[in-house]
Structures are given as C-alpha cells and as structure tokens.
C-alpha cells in the first residue's frame, strides 16, 4: 500500500513556472528530440550510432521529467499564505543566529525555489525545526555540521 504523503504546497507563482515547463516539454520538446532521434537515424546503423543512442536517452529523460511535472501539477496544493502567528509552509521566516546574524529563509519544498531566496524545506532539519515556531521562539537542529539555533525574529506571508 502506498505511503500517505501530505500534498506539495506551490506558490502561485512556482504552479505557474512548472506549467510552463510542462507546456513546454510537450511541444517543442518533444518535436525537437523527435527531430535529433530522426537526424541521427539517418546516419545509418542505429546500433552502433551515439548521436541515436543520446538522443534516446535524452527523450527518456524528458519524459520522465514530463510525467514527474503532470504528477506534481495534479496533486499540489496551489495557494497563497495566510497571514500567521506560527511558521508554516510557504512562510518567509527572518532569524538570528547564535553569531548575532540574521537571514531571511522562505520555508517551502524545493519546487518553490526562488533564485536569491535560501530556502528551507519542511522535510530539512532547519526546516523541521521552523515549522509551528512563534516569533520570539528560538529552535535547534542538529546537523552534520554541528548543532545549530536560531531565534525567530519575524515571519510573514510569502508574497510571489
């Protein structure tokens, strides 16, 4: 029996960049890979051809990319943030560390992953230790690194 996963939460944002990637990969991804798996037949014995046996398993991947996109698009849980006493997905949390410095994480799952934001996954330590905090709460994690704290100093809705 499957194990019961909790749905992937998207920002509207993040839903609508995956459905263009999806969109994209369906139609001039995969005319272009038909069009390099037909040039590289042409060069003759598909057994012994490179070009052919890249172009293949380029398409595998693409497909596999493709049905991992549809999956995640039909079953995410695609909504804003409401505003929070606590940190919960889709959060921006802004901490102090133990050194006085302050960093700012969007507390999310890596498909929300937003180019000069640090992300923290719920599935993470510091993600896992985030989750339900209050302002004014410190939380610990422990990592490879070390152990680690951070106090909450402010949490507000992601806004993408």
Not at 32 to 50: L, V
Not at 79 to 87: F, L, S
């Given at each position: 029996m499957p194990e019961h996963t909790e749905p992937t939460w998207l920002s509207p944002a993040a839903a609508q960049k995956l459905q263009d990637e999806y969109?994209?990969?369906?139609?001039?991804?995969?005319?272009?890979?038909?069009?390099?798996?037909?040039?590289?037949?042409?060069?003759?014995?598909?057994?012994?051809?490179?070009?052919?046996?890249?172009?293949k398993n380029e398409q595998g991947l693409m497909e596999a990319r493709i049905r991992k996109l549809r999956?995640?698009?039909?079953?995410?849980?695609?909504?804003?943030?409401?505003?929070?006493?606590?940190?919960t997905v889709g959060c921006m949390v802004t901490v102090r560390d133990e050194d006085g410095d302050e960093m700012e994480f969007f507390v999310a799952n890596q498909e929300n992953k937003v180019r000069g934001m640090l992300l923290a996954s719920p599935s993470s330590p510091l993600g896992g230790?985030?989750?339900?905090?209050?302002?004014?709460?410190?939380?610990?994690?422990?990592?490879?690194?070390?152990?680690?704290?951070?106090?909450?100093l402010a949490?507000?809705?992601y806004e993408g």
């Open positions: 969109d994209r990969l369906t139609t001039t991804g995969r005319i272009e890979i038909a069009e390099r798996i037909a040039e590289a037949r042409s060069h003759g014995d598909i057994r012994e051809n490179a070009d052919y046996d890249a172009a999956h995640l698009l039909d079953t995410a849980e695609i909504r804003e943030v409401d505003d929070t006493d606590h940190v230790a985030l989750m339900g905090a209050a302002v004014g709460d410190t939380v610990g994690y422990e990592a490879p690194g070390g152990t680690f704290s951070y106090e909450i949490i507000r809705p």
